[in-house]
């Protein structure tokens, strides 16, 4: 079963603007991990930010935010004031705490940032 | 890439060709981690090691095997390549002390097409 939803194939967003992305998350562990990397055309992988199961402040690293929803098991990326090199693929991923867990990704969501 | 080294860069096999992928870190963490990234599908688990000495397959483990050398290298071998092989390899360590929250550092990435 898939434990990591993104419904986005792809966004397009104009310079400046804000963006979600979204992450549904399937687990029934308590204790997990939630993830965003962003891949550009260049392809390498760069890990953005994470938020944990626990956290009760919702995670933010400059212009990423993590907007965590517990109930609703969602975990989506907003990126404030898109810049042109923000366009790339971005990734969903998920660890749960339970046993030795390995992280799974979503499949991804293409963002194009336009002038 | 926080230290993760992958050669090659690029590779052309024909169908049933074998090779190696190498993977090496120039730092001293325990985990490491293989994954094939194909489109639409996300990044996919291949194989891991928890430590030296021990390798666990992932979500799609058939048709390679790996090695876990020493603690600095991990490699992953096609003993016959077939043309769905044909897919971005990345190799990645796990970088931090508590399994959940830890993220991923990936390597570059080995472009691997089968004919």
């Known amino acids: 079963a898939q434990k990591i939803t993104q419904t986005q194939p792809g966004m397009f967003v104009q310079e400046k603007e804000a963006v979600t992305l979204d992450c549904t998350y399937d687990t029934s562990d308590q204790s997990y991990g939630l993830f965003w990397y962003k891949q550009p055309s260049s392809g390498e992988m760069i890990f953005l930010i994470y938020?944990?199961?626990?956290?009760?402040q919702n995670a933010t690293e400059g212009r990423y935010s993590l907007n965590f929803q517990k109930a609703r098991k969602s975990a989506n990326l907003v990126i404030s004031a898109s810049q042109l090199g923000d366009s790339a693929m971005y990734f969903c991923?998920?660890?749960?705490?339970?046993?030795?867990?390995?992280?799974?990704f979503g499949k991804g969501t293409m963002l194009l940032v336009s002038p | 890439n926080a230290g993760v080294t992958q050669t090659p860069k690029f590779q052309v096999l024909k169908t049933g060709q074998s090779m190696t992928l190498q993977c090496a870190q120039d730092?001293?963490?325990?985990?490491m981690y293989w994954y094939r990234q194909d489109p639409g599908m996300g990044l996919r688990l291949i194989y891991y090691s928890a430590s030296e000495g021990t390798t666990d397959k992932g979500e799609v483990p058939n048709g390679y095997n790996v090695s876990r050398l020493n603690k600095r290298e991990f490699s992953l071998r096609l003993e016959s390549a077939a043309p769905s092989q044909t897919s971005v390899y990345f190799c990645?360590?796990?970088?931090?002390?508590?399994?959940?929250?830890?993220?991923?550092?990936f390597g570059n990435g080995t472009r691997l097409t089968v004919t």
């Open positions: 938020q944990g199961s626990y956290d009760e």
């Open positions: 730092m001293n963490h325990n985990s």
């Open positions: 991923a998920m660890r749960e705490a339970s046993g030795y867990s390995t992280l799974t």
């Open positions: 990645a360590i796990e970088t931090g002390l508590r399994v959940s929250n830890s993220p991923l550092h």
